[in-house]
């Protein structure tokens, strides 16, 4: 069972966690301040949608997502999110963007079992997404 809670954590988290980057470092450019505040307003807004049981908009913030993976994704996440319930967002750490892809380890909780994983996010038509190539 913990392992399914894992597993369930870990796939809410690079669903609904398309966009991050909060608190820019002392330092750090004008166009990262940028791309923080646009991600961690796409990351809020992920999640919100997640908890609302709005799965079309979650998955707009899923990178490359094919019309294939899409009615797989619609299929699972009714049953996701009854098992996690709502998701948490605890925080958001060691962010590094590199012109249009990023990453981050990300910290979450659902069902009193706090995770924290590294994501990966790719910006495409002027929105974070999450990249879920490899971890679904």
């Known amino acids: 069972m913990q392992a399914i809670k894992r597993v369930l954590v870990v796939s809410l988290l690079l669903l609904s966690v398309p966009l991050l980057l909060v ?19 796409t990351l809020k ?7 609302e049981s709005d799965f079309e908009k979650c998955l707009t913030y899923v990178a490359d997502l094919s019309e294939e993976k899409k009615t797989k994704l619609m299929g ?12 948490t967002l605890e925080r958001i750490e060691n962010i590094d ?29 002027g929105i974070w997404k999450v990249i879920t190539e490899g971890m679904l």
Do not use: W
């Open 45 to 51: 807004e992920s999640i919100a949608a997640y908890n």
């Open 76 to 87: 699972l996440l009714p049953g996701l999110r009854a098992t996690t319930g709502r998701v």
């Open 23 to 41: 608190g820019c470092q002392k330092g750090e450019s004008d166009t990262t301040k940028i791309e923080a505040t646009l991600i961690e307003a």
């Open 97 to 125: 963007i590199g012109g249009s892809i990023a990453k981050a380890d990300v910290t979450g909780t659902a069902q009193g079992e706090t995770l924290t994983v590294t994501v990966r996010f790719m910006k495409q038509d």
